[in-house]
C-alpha cells in the first residue's frame, strides 16, 4: 500500500505540469497591443540598418543564435507535448486502470468469501476445517478491505462517493447478517437441520447485500471503464494535434533560416562583388574609380571601401605630381636647347650637368619602377581579397549542409513521437482485452447465483422430508449429496474467476510494459535531438573558420597599405632627385657663357632629354585620374 501511496503523490507532481501547459496555450493566445503611432515603414529601415552597420562575424553569429533558438523553440514544443501526454498516461492509469484492478481484486475476494460461507454452513465438515475456513473469510475480508481503501483514495468524485458509501454498508450489514447465521451453525457443527436453518437465515438476509454489493462493484468497474476509454480518445487527438505542430515547425525553421540566409549573403557578397570589380579597373591603370556604397555600411565591407577611396586618391595624387615633374623636366630641357647657340663657350661644362641629369633621370625611372611594383602587390592584395571571399562562399555552402542535418534529426524526433502513438493503440488493445475478461467473470457470477439458488431449493427439500420422515429420513442422504456436488461446481467456478483476475492482471502487466516502452522511446527522441545539438556545434565551428578567414581579409588590406606606403616613399624620392636636376641644370646656366665651343653636343644631350621626359609622359597618360 506505500507503494500505491507514492505512486498518488507522484500523478498528482504531474498534474502540476498540465497547469504549466495551460498556462503557455494561455500566454500564446494573447495579442500584443498594437503601436499604431509608429511608424511601420521607419522602424523597419531603421532595423535593417542597424543590422547591416554589425560586423560581418556578428551577421553570421546572430542568424546561427536566431536559428539555434528556433530549433530549441521546436525542441521545447515537442517536449511540452510529450509532457502533456505522459501526464494524460499516467491519469488514465491513477484513475481508472488502478481502479478497475482494484475493484475486480473486490470482486474475487468478494466471490470467495461467499463460496466459503456456502461451504460453511452447507457442506459436512469437521471443527478443524471450519476453523480453517474462518480463517480465509477473515484473510479475504482483510485484503477486501484493504483495495477497496485504496480505491477509496482515488475515487473522490461525486458519482464515485456515494456508491462507495453505499457499498461499505452493504458489506458491513452483510458481514452482520452472515455471523447471526455462522451463530446458528456453532450451536451444532455435525446437526445437519441446524445448518439448514443457518443457510435459511443466510439465504434470506445476507444473500440481498450480495446483491448490492455485486450491483455496486459492477457499476463502479463500468464508470472506470468509461472514463478509460475517454481519457485514450482524448490523448489521441492531443497525439494528432501535436504531430501537425511538430510537421508544420520544422518547414517553416527552414524556409526562415533560407530566406535570412540569403539576405545576409546578399549583404555580405555584394559589397565584396563591388570591390573586385573596382580593384581591377585600378589594376588596369584606372585611378578616377571610387567604391559607390549603396547603404551607409559601417561593417567590414565598408571599411574596406573606405580605405581603398583613400588608396585610389593617394595614387592619383602620386600620379599627379610625377605629371608635373615630368612636364618641368621638358620645359627645361626646351629651354636649353633653345639657349646652346649663347653658351658655346660652356659646352664642356653642360655635358657634364646633362650627364648627371641623365643619371638623375635613371634614378627617377627606377623609383618610378617601384611605384609600378608597389601597385603590382595592390593588385595581388585585391586578388587575395577575392579569393578569400570566396572561401566565405563555401562555408556558408557547409553551414547550410550542417543545417539540413539538424532538419533530419527534428525528423528523427517526430518519428519517435509516431511510435509513441502506436505505444498508446497497444494500450488501447490491452484496455479491451481486461473490457472482454470483465463480461466473462459476469457469466461466471451468474451461473454462481443460479446454483446459490439450485442449492437453496434442495436444502429446503432435504429438510422437508427429514421432517417427514422422521428416523426414517434416509432420503436426505442423497439431497445432501446433490448439495455438495453444487458445492463443488461453486468452487470451480470460484477457480475459473481467479483464473481470470490473473488474466486480468496480465494484461496491466502489458499495459505497464507499454508504457514503459514508450517512456524509452520518448528518451530516444531526446537523443536526437541531442544530436541536432551537436550539429549546430559543427556549425559554430564553420563560422569560427569563416572568422578566421575575415581575418585574412584584414591582413590583405594591411598589405595594400604598406604598397600605398612604398608609393608614397618613391613619390619622395623622385621629388628629391627633380631637385637635385634643378639646381644641376642651374649650374648649366651658369657656365654656358664660357662652354661655347662644346655647344652642339649639349644641344644633342638636350635633346635626348626631350624624348626621354616625352617618354614619361605617355607612360603617366595611361593612368585615368
Known amino acids: 500500500m506505500s507503494r500505491l501511496h507514492k505512486k498518488m503523490s507522484q500523478f498528482n ?61 521546436i525542441g521545447y514544443t515537442g517536449y511540452i507535448f510529450y509532457q502533456e501526454q505522459n501526464s494524460s498516461i499516467n491519469e488514465m492509469y491513477a484513475s481508472s486502470l488502478l481502479s478497475v484492478n482494484l475493484l475486480n481484486e473486490s470482486y474475487a475476494d468478494i466471490r470467495s468469501i461467499e463460496a466459503l460461507s456456502l461451504e460453511m454452513l452447507l457442506a459436512p465438515i469437521e471443527v478443524i476445517r471450519q476453523q480453517t475456513i474462518l480463517n480465509k473469510i477473515h484473510k479475504h475480508e482483510n485484503a477486501f478491505d484493504t483495495y477497496l481503501n485504496s480505491y477509496a483514495t482515488i475515487a473522490q468524485n461525486s458519482y464515485e462517493a456515494p456508491r462507495l458509501e453505499k457499498l461499505k454498508e452493504a458489506i458491513t450489514q452483510y458481514r452482520a447478517e452472515r455471523q447471526k447465521a455462522f451463530d ?131 595614387l592619383r595624387h602620386l600620379v599627379s605630381q610625377v605629371s608635373q615633374s615630368s612636364r618641368l623636366v621638358t620645359n627645361s630641357a626646351e629651354d636649353l636647347q633653345s639657349n646652346t647657340a649663347e653658351n658655346s663657350s660652356a659646352a664642356e661644362q653642360i655635358v657634364a650637368a646633362m650627364s648627371a641629369a641623365a643619371s638623375d633621370t635613371e634614378k627617377q625611372a627606377v623609383t618610378i619602377n617601384d611605384a609600378s611594383v608597389a601597385i603590382q602587390q595592390v593588385s595581388a592584395s585585391a586578388q587575395q581579397i577575392a579569393a578569400t571571399s570566396s572561401l566565405v562562399a563555401d562555408l556558408t555552402e557547409k553551414t547550410a549542409i550542417t543545417t539540413k542535418n539538424g532538419q533530419k534529426a527534428i525528423d528523427k524526433v517526430v518519428n519517435q513521437m509516431s511510435i509513441i502513438g502506436e505505444r498508446t493503440e497497444q494500450i488501447q488493445k490491452t484496455i479491451t482485452n481486461l473490457t472482454l475478461s470483465n463480461e466473462q467473470i459476469r457469466d461466471i457470477i451468474k451461473f454462481i447465483r443460479g446454483l446459490a439458488a439450485q442449492t437453496n431449493l434442495l436444502a429446503l427439500n432435504a429438510a422437508i422430508e427429514a421432517a417427514r420422515a422422521g428416523e426414517h429420513g434416509r432420503s436426505f442422504t442423497v439431497v445432501a449429496a446433490e448439495v455438495r456436488k453444487l458445492a463443488e461446481q461453486s468452487h470451480e467456478a470460484s477457480q475459473q474467476i481467479s483464473s481470470l483476475i490473473h488474466k486480468n492482471q496480465d494484461n496491466i502487466n502489458s499495459t505497464v510494459s507499454a508504457m514503459n516502452a514508450a517512456a524509452n522511446d520518448v528518451q530516444e527522441g531526446i537523443n536526437v535531438v541531442e544530436i541536432a545539438g551537436q550539429a549546430f556545434s559543427t556549425n559554430l565551428e564553420h563560422i569560427e573558420q569563416v572568422s578566421t578567414q575575415v581575418r585574412e581579409i584584414s591582413s590583405s588590406i594591411q598589405q595594400v597599405a604598406i604598397g600605398n606606403q612604398q608609393i608614397v616613399d618613391s613619390i619622395y624620392s623622385i621629388s628629391s632627385f627633380s631637385q637635385v636636376t634643378a639646381e644641376r641644370v642651374q649650374s648649366v646656366t651658369d657656365t654656358i657663357a664660357v662652354q661655347a665651343t662644346t655647344l652642339s653636343h649639349m644641344a644633342r644631350e638636350s635633346q635626348d632629354l626631350t624624348v626621354i621626359a616625352q617618354e614619361l609622359l605617355t607612360a603617366i597618360q595611361e593612368f585615368k585620374l
Request: net charge positive; proline share 2%; hydrophobic share 45%.
Open 184 to 314: 446458528i451453525v456453532d450451536q451444532d457443527i455435525f446437526d445437519q437441520a441446524t445448518k439448514s436453518d443457518a443457510y435459511y437465515y443466510y439465504s434470506t438476509n445476507a444473500l440481498v447485500y450480495i446483491d448490492q454489493i455485486h450491483i455496486v462493484l459492477d457499476d463502479l468497474i463500468a464508470y472506470n471503464n468509461k472514463a478509460a476509454t475517454k481519457t485514450i480518445d482524448q490523448n489521441n487527438q492531443d497525439f494528432r494535434q501535436a504531430s501537425r505542430i511538430l510537421l508544420i515547425l520544422p518547414f517553416l525553421a527552414v524556409i526562415i533560416a533560407l530566406t535570412i540566409g540569403i539576405i545576409v549573403a546578399r549583404l555580405i557578397a555584394k559589397p565584396l562583388q563591388a570591390m573586385i570589380k573596382s580593384v581591377q579597373q585600378v589594376a588596369s591603370g584606372n585611378l578616377a574609380i571610387e567604391v559607390q556604397k549603396s547603404h551607409s555600411s559601417n561593417d567590414e565591407t565598408g571599411q574596406l571601401a573606405d580605405a581603398f577611396n583613400i588608396m585610389t586618391t593617394n
Open 13 to 73: 507532481y504531474l498534474n502540476k505540469d498540465k497547469v504549466i501547459v495551460n498556462g503557455l496555450k494561455r500566454i500564446r493566445d494573447l495579442k500584443l497591443p498594437k503601436f499604431g503611432h509608429l511608424n511601420k515603414s521607419k522602424l523597419i529601415v531603421n532595423i535593417f540598418k542597424r543590422f547591416h552597420n554589425l560586423k560581418i562575424a556578428f551577421k553570421i553569429i546572430s542568424i546561427v543564435l536566431f536559428i539555434a533558438t528556433f530549433m530549441g523553440g
